[in-house]
């Protein structure tokens, strides 16, 4: 966990997490105070990353399908 000026709370941390492209995340105190590792958030990231990716591919598609192509 990121240490802070005031021990007894987390503050918000931004962290580099590289896939396929290097992603600054911003997590809040909440996110930091559940996922408490790196490892544990580069999970989440992982996950998002994913649903973006699937996101894309749906809007990329659709796009693609009404210009009739």
């Not at 709370?9 to 995340?25: F, L, S």
């Amino acid at each position: 966990m990121s240490e802070t000026h005031n021990a007894d709370e987390v503050c918000p941390i931004i962290e580099k997490h590289k896939r396929n492209e290097t992603a600054k995340v911003w997590f809040s105190g909440a996110v930091v105070r559940a996922l408490k590792t790196y490892d544990e958030r580069a999970s989440l990231v992982g996950a998002l990353g994913d649903e973006l990716i699937k996101f894309h591919q749906i809007i990329f598609h659709t796009s693609y399908s009404i210009l009739g192509k």
